[in-house]
Structure formats: C-alpha cells, structure tokens
C-alpha cells in the first residue's frame, strides 16, 4: 500500500513571475555618472597637485647666493603642489651657506613661499671663518670678514666653548670702557687674550676663573692708570700677577708709587 499515491490529482504549476525589460538605457547612464564622477576626482587631483608655478622668497640678505638658492628651488617646481616636500626644500634651504634659518610653506593654487633669515656674523673664528652669536661656525672659508669682529680661536670643536668665554669676558669689559679684540685657547688649554687698548693677557690652564676675577680687580686698581705704558699682564701665578712694560716705559724710572703687586717673587714662576 503505497500512502502517498499520485492517484488522479492534477499538478499544482508554481506561478511564473515575468521579468521586465532590462533598462539598458538607464545602467548606461548610471556608469555615464560613475565615469564622470572618476574623472572629476582625477581632475580634483591634478588641480590640488598641479605643477609648482612661482616661488615667492622673502627676507633681506646679501651674502645668501641667488644662484644657490635657485638651484635648491628650481627642483620643487617640477613637482606637484601638493608632492613638493617641504620639510626636504627647507632643510637644503637652511644647509646653505649665510642661511640662519629658512620657512617653506603652499600658496594656493600654485605657490611656495619661502622665507629666508641671513646669518649675523658675531665673531671672526681663526683665520677666515665666521660664528654666529650662538657660537656656532657657520661660515669655515671667507673672504667677506668685518674689520670690527673680534677674532677667537681654538681647536676643532671648541667653538661654542671659546664664544662662552668671550661673552663673559666682554661683558665685564665694557662696563670698563673696553672690549675684547682676541681670546684664544690653545691645544693645552691655555686661554690668552687681546684687549681692544693693545694690553695682552696670559689665564693660562688652571683656575681661569679665579684669574679672571684677579685680573679685573689688578685692572681696577693698578693696570688701568697706566694701560698707555702696559704691554701684557701675566695672571699665571698662584698670587698675584706680573706686567710686561713696553719699550719706552723700561728706559724710564719706575715711580716710587708703583704697587709692588705687579712684580711677584723671582723664585715663583707662572703655572700653565
């Protein structure tokens, strides 16, 4: 007995669902607006990121090459507004000689902007270079040096050291009517420096400080009434100090009231 027999029932049809027609018309549009809709983001991009057509520099300088700068420049115009690498332009700006610092920025639509600050030369650095007032040498080899600059020296490295120095040096100076014309620390370590009236003074090595402050007292008291007729004063001593006297003062009488602190016992030479 079969419990499901066909028996003479008649086939239910499932119902047929008819398709319209398909709107070629209307994808075709559709892609017509996803085209359009690319290619204005294409256009978007190349006017955001259209070639670099000026460069505007800023700043008063002199001894910044045009030429240099130009070069450095030129290649941020053949690339795209928006592909210019400005911290890489900026960094080959500042890296250019007498350039202090340098500030690149975008113009809308198709501009750099660049600033260009001149370094000041604060000091003359050995025979032909050039320091900033942070101590820093800018400059190793030139021929434009100001007559007015004092001249340090020192070994390699040595620069930010030697320009600390002088700046305390010269500050104390000037309240004195003076200056310093040169200061140099030589390979062992020895400090001598030029005053601007023509007077040399030996530190040497050790205790710089304290012969420092030794000096500006002597200067105070004894050296200053007679700076015309000084030569050099040596403050290598562990008290005390000794003066050199230039020529036409030796074939002089010394004045009975010359202090005998200038001249320290015979048997104690000058330490470094």
């Keep these: 007995m079969k419990l499901f027999g066909r028996g003479n029932r ?83 700006v500042a890296a250019l000689p007498w350039v202090a610092t340098a500030r690149v920025s975008r113009q809308w639509p198709d501009t750099l902007d660049v600033t260009v600050t001149e370094e000041e030369p604060a000091a003359r650095w ?40 002088y700046v305390e040096i010269h500050q104390k100076l000037v309240e004195r009517g ?31 400080a304290v012969r420092l402050a030794r000096f500006f007292e002597a200067l105070d008291t004894v050296v200053g009434p007679v700076a015309a007729d000084v030569q050099f004063v040596d403050m290598r001593y562990t008290n005390g100090f000794s003066v050199g006297w230039k020529q036409q003062r030796s074939a002089r009488s010394r004045p009975d009231d010359e202090p005998p602190a200038m001249d320290p016992p015979r048997e104690r030479l000058p330490r470094a």
């Excluded at 670099?52 to 115009?77: C, H, P, T, W, Y």
């Excluded at 050995?126 to 400059?139: E, K, P, V, W």
């Excluded at 007559?147 to 030697?162: F, H, K, Q, T, Y």
Aim: proline share 6%; aromatic share 4%.
């Design 126 to 165: 050995g025979a032909d270079g050039l320091l900033n007032a942070q101590g820093r040498l800018f400059i190793r080899h030139t021929t434009h040096i100001p007559a007015e600059l004092p001249r340090l020296s020192g070994p390699e490295g040595s620069e930010i050291e030697v320009a600390a120095r």
């Design 178 to 208: 003076l200056g310093v014309a040169a200061l140099e620390l030589d390979g062992r370590g020895a400090w001598t420096m030029l005053l601007s009236n023509g007077i040399g003074v030996r530190l040497g090595s050790q205790d710089v």
């Design 10 to 92: 008649r086939r239910r049809e499932e119902p047929r669902i008819k398709l319209p027609p398909i709107p070629w018309v209307a994808i075709t549009s559709v892609l017509g607006v996803v085209v359009f809709v690319g290619g204005l983001v294409t256009a978007g991009r190349w006017v955001l990121n259209r070639p670099v057509e000026r460069v505007v520099i800023n700043g008063e300088f002199e001894r910044v090459s045009a030429d240099q700068l130009e070069a450095v420049l030129r290649k941020a115009m053949g690339r795209g507004f928006l592909a210019a690498d400005l911290p890489a332009i900026q960094e080959q």
